[in-house]
Structure formats: structure tokens, C-alpha cells
């Protein structure tokens, strides 16, 4: 919807209606500036995303009882809404509570057992919350499983479901196409959009369990560590020094060699095997 809405020209011969009309867009929500969270909210949701960085099962009761004991005494009904707004879902086996129209959508976990052996065989993505001096943003990654290479990652103010497939065919168009995708069950994951374009482009489709806290782990992990070492290090005034501070990290973590893949660096690794 934000891409239709900058092509609308103000001055155009066209007039804002006719554009609006052929572009399929409400005219009314082209004046519409939404309202920012206020300074104790956007306070608030920095400390929630601290709290379930550390623990990813609280909920909306356990991260009022968490807010409590440092002194942030809100109501259920304020916790609930911002942690929509962050993105943030605990981890905890539930019902399956996916809108109807979303579940023809949802895809089996297809990495269970699979060996992963190689670059591009799959990839993996996550939108996740990150907190500002004054605001904030989100931030969608993709790593590459085999290597743990960073294939492509972008920060944006939506959660819309469209900056995921600009950020895929990003990542494509510089390293080729991967085999598999794997993703939560998200709502940017669980539509159409995201569903066809994949099968579009050959990719077959791979969503966690729901409320499963491994299936993702890589890049949920790989979001812990940016946050740790660099996001609540160096909140970011405003989103050109947030872009310029992820990318220095992303390049430095691609960079470096991790433990976790035998001392050796993602960008060797993935350009090896590629």
C-alpha cells in the first residue's frame, strides 16, 4: 500500500481522485498521518523488547508482572496493544488461533531432519522491533542457513507485508535463488502475496510450528545478538544512523568468525560453497 501511495503526484493532469481510483487506494488515507506513540509509550516498548529479548515466552500477564518489579505499573490492555505494535509474539504452545482466510496460506516446517549442506539450499527470515532515541523501526533480515551469512536485510517503519518481498528480490537478484524459505507464521507470511510470490519464483515454502521457539532459530538468534551488542549499545537518533550502524554491524558479523561454524567466517563460507 506505501508503494501505490508515492506514486500518487500531487500537479499530476491526472487529479488525486482519478489516481486514487486507478490506483485502488482510499483517497481519505492520503491525508491521514498516523499518530506516534508518546514519549512514556515509546519508553515503555523499549523496555518490553528488553525484557522479552531476554525471554522470549513472556506473555501479556508475565510481562506485566516483569514491568512491575521495575516499577512500570500499566494496565493489560496498554502492554497488549504496543507488544501487536512491536511484532511481538511469545513463544508457548497455544491453539491454533490464525484468521480464517490465513490458514489455506500456512505451509509445513520442511527443515526438520534436512541436511543442510550448501549455500542457498535455505533461507531464512524474521521482521523484529528495534527501538530509537525517539521512535522506532523494524528490521528484516535474511540469513542464510548452511553459512550464516546475511544475505540481505532492510529496515522499514511498516509492518506491511510487501516490504518482505522487495527485500527477497533484493537478496535474489545479488546471490541467485534459494531452494527453500523458511518463516513464521506471521501475517506478512501467511497471505497470498508472500505464498505466490515464492512459488513464482520456485522457492518452496517452509513456516514454523506455531509457538515453536527453534524452528527459526538462526536469525532469532541473529536478532538477539545485534540488539545485545549493538542496538541497546547505540540507540540511534534517527533511521539514517540506524541504516549506518546495522550495516557496519552486518558487514562486521559477515566478517568475523563464529564458533558456531567452526571458527570460520560467513562470507567464506557462503562464497565457497555458492
Not at 170 to 197: F, K, L, M
Not at 212 to 226: K, P
Request: glycine residues 8%.
Amino acid at each position: 500500500m506505501s508503494e501505490r501511495k508515492s506514486y500518487i503526484k500531487p500537479g499530476h493532469a491526472l487529479s488525486i481522485r482519478r489516481q486514487a481510483s486507478l490506483l485502488e487506494i482510499n483517497r481519505s488515507s492520503l491525508y491521514y498521518k498516523p499518530v506516534g506513540e508518546t514519549p512514556e509509550n515509546l519508553q515503555l516498548m523499549r523496555v518490553m523488547d528488553l525484557l522479552f529479548t531476554g525471554d522470549p515466552t513472556l506473555g501479556v500477564l508475565g510481562m506485566q508482572d516483569e514491568l512491575a518489579e521495575m516499577g512500570y505499573r500499566y494496565n493489560v490492555k496498554r502492554i497488549r496493544r504496543l507488544l501487536r505494535k512491536m511484532g511481538i509474539e511469545p513463544i508457548y504452545p497455544k491453539k491454533n488461533l490464525s484468521r480464517l482466510g490465513q490458514a489455506q496460506y500456512i505451509h509445513p516446517y520442511l527443515l526438520r531432519g534436512l541436511r543442510i549442506e550448501r549455500a542457498n539450499q535455505v533461507w531464512a527470515i524474521d521482521i523484529t522491533y528495534i527501538p530509537m532515541k525517539s521512535g522506532f523501526m523494524y528490521l528484516t533480515a535474511i540469513i542464510d542457513l548452511y553459512s550464516r551469512y546475511i544475505v540481505g536485510w532492510q529496515i522499514s517503519n511498516t509492518l506491511e507485508k510487501e516490504t518482505q518481498t522487495s527485500l527477497l528480490n533484493q537478496a535474489i537478484a545479488r546471490h541467485g535463488t534459494p531452494e527453500i524459505i523458511n518463516s513464521d507464521q506471521g501475517s506478512q507470511y501467511t497471505c497470498a502475496h508472500w505464498v505466490d510470490t515464492l512459488k513464482g519464483l520456485g522457492i518452496r515454502v517452509s513456516m514454523d510450528g506455531k509457538g515453536r521457539a527453534t524452528d527459526n532459530a538462526f536469525i532469532e538468534r541473529w536478532f538477539r545478538t545485534i540488539k545485545q551488542k549493538h542496538i541497546y549499545l547505540n540507540p540511534a537518533q534517527n533511521g539514517l544512523e540506524l541504516y549506518e550502524g546495522i550495516d557496519s554491524f552486518v558487514d562486521k558479523y559477515n566478517h568475523r568468525r563464529h564458533q558456531g561454524i567452526g571458527r570460520r567466517k560467513p562470507v567464506d563460507l557462503y562464497r565457497n560453497a555458492a
